[in-house]
């Protein structure tokens, strides 16, 4: 066990692969540029043993994308596009992790937003599949493990393989992606299966959520006793074409508008170590590029955990909870077990018929002159 | 049903019960103290749901004996929330506060229980605190699990999580240590719960800033709001008079601080409660998490994994010990 080391979040400005023919490219120099920045760490900082890449943080996403182009964009994990940053774990005998973008031939014409971690002898030992995201909002068409689900538990080998976590020499280690934070029973089910480490690989951008959402790592990281480590974005620059970004110079103002499917700073930066007291013990508050750097103790979060006091985790009454969840019906499972996600909507209408379910049976109370839409057959569906 | 209305938290000021011989004394200059502050929030802010710290009428003291502590426990309802319910009804107001509890009818045992009186001026919804500091042998008292299958017996599994729907908005107490439990505050969001009402004791240490967000979190996470009415000044003999830390606060259904008291002390905070445009947010598919969330799938991984067993009795310091002893033979813990 190394009970003493240094983690970093490597913040960057990712490159968005916009033209399908560039997707090799485009990974190259995003994986070349994260390669750059772990190299300083360890020139400048001496060895770290843990280093986290944000979600996507190799292609980008692209909101308007058929499922066809994104399984042929997506990576496979472990791949070749991966090697270089397997090759750096191994060569520095560290471990490193980061989000991705997945096919995997074994679900045809789905695609998952996933993460991996590689491990000091530059194999990879832990892929996670986002739970929580574009299936109940709509903003793009990734499946998750939850949409089809009795799909999944079949070919992965049991209800486990939802929640995977590595024990390793640095600690036991899970990894989330950028919205799960948002759902407190998500680094909770991960504590249950052992998780000391969760591992945030995020894409948060700019909203009126944004203060609430970083508190999301600080709670989760209190009321589990983990470290939570959160590598956001440093800002996105879209491909305008070829070998053109958003942020390359000497374009017009015209050309420059071309290339920004969203604005180069959409994402605050923020990147952080969360200490298993729910404290900030390393940050990159700003946007841009940059690294945070954080002590982790794993000595001090196991005595922790033995202790009572504060002690959230150990303090739980799930017994009495359980079958609040059980018998409530929010959002469900299978949702796109037998059809994959088509498009977007589809994940919009599913919420949307949870709510109007909600308003109709109390869980939710109609604001003033609230008129329900005429459900669609597809809602009638979801409400049945 | 207004759109929205204010709500007033009240920094109350504590005489705490040190002879509990004159329990009924300090309890009515308590009750006489607090409803004066409260009422200058009605006549002149129009609060029309009015929150009050956890031990208001009777403080904290940790040298109390077990036997001191029943003996200073209240009956809810009682005569206490009578002098409450006729403040509640004169003003046509709800009144939300916390207390140690002892059922006449069960007196082996006694709660922390958070109550809401209505303008009925009865008492309209009794909680028992889930989640207590007995379990680090702070208090002597028990919440239903560690009692449950009586307790269901006697009260019935819906009383666990109680809810009341009011013109102001269903409201929903917690108390003070269950804010830092997600799994209560979503029980009682699936149960429509819109405003929770959180009367506290928060003293300084190195948590607070964690605490401050973790009310922020539960707001956010089931687009509820939450008002937490932490302790004023206390006079004890065992009690530092700025303890606790104040700081008040009433948070929106976007996890955003709408109002708070800097500091310590006797204080009132009164702030807006939108309703209508919390629910019309709640009508919006964007970040809708008590919608979006797996509730299922995640009720059945907890129901793997026990960490406080139900119905092992009064003495939950053992029993959080015989936890981490478990969860470590499971594994879920690693060895130190």
Redesign the interface.
Known sequence: MIEKYTAVAVQTIIRHVREPEWRDAIIRENVNRYLSLMEYVSCRWGQAKLYVLPEFSLTGVEHVRSVEEWTRIALRIPGPELEPLANFARINRAYVAGGTMEYDPAYPNRWFNSAYLFGPSGDLVLRYRKINGADVQGHTTYSTPTGCYDLYVKNEGGEDALFPVVDTEIGRLALINCYDINFPEMPRAFAQHGAEILLHCTGEPYGPHREPWEMSRRTRAYENCMYVISSNHGGYAAQVSGNVFADSPGLNFQERRDGEISPLHRSHGGSEIVDFNGKVAGAAPNPGEALAIGPIDLRALRERRAEIRDNILVQSRTEIYAREYTRHQATGINRWLEAPIAHKSEARQSTEAVIARYLRDGVYAPPEGYEPAAPSEQQNRALA | ?P?KFQIACIQSSIEVIDDPARKDNVIARNLRRGLDIAEAAVVRDEARVVVFPEAWLQGFNHKRTPEDWKTVCIEIPGPETDVIGAFAREHEVYVAGAAFERDPDWPEVWFTSGFIVGPSGTVELRYRK??EHN???LIPSV???DV?TEYVRRYGEDS??PVLDTPY??LATIVEHDV?????S??L????A?VLLHPTTETNG??A??RD??R??R???NLVYLASANAGALSGRYSAAQATRGGSTVVNY???VDARIDGAGESVLVSTVD???Q??R??E??????????????????????????DTGGDA?AT??A??KR??EE??????
């Open positions: 049903m759109k889930c989640h379990v680090e042998g919440c239903p699990a449950y666990l999580f908005g269903r830092n439990f997600f799994e209560l979503r029980a969001t699936f149960r429509g819109e190195p948590m800033e964690t967000q973790v922020r979190s707001a956010y996470e976007l996890g955003h309703l209508d445009r629910r019309k709640r009508t598919v964007f970040m809708n998490f008590p919608a979006q969330v797996k509730s299922e799938f995640f009720g059945r991984e907890f129901e793997k994994q026990t960490f406080m067993s139900n310091r959080a010990k936890t981490i969860l470590k594994g879920v813990l690693a060895p130190e």
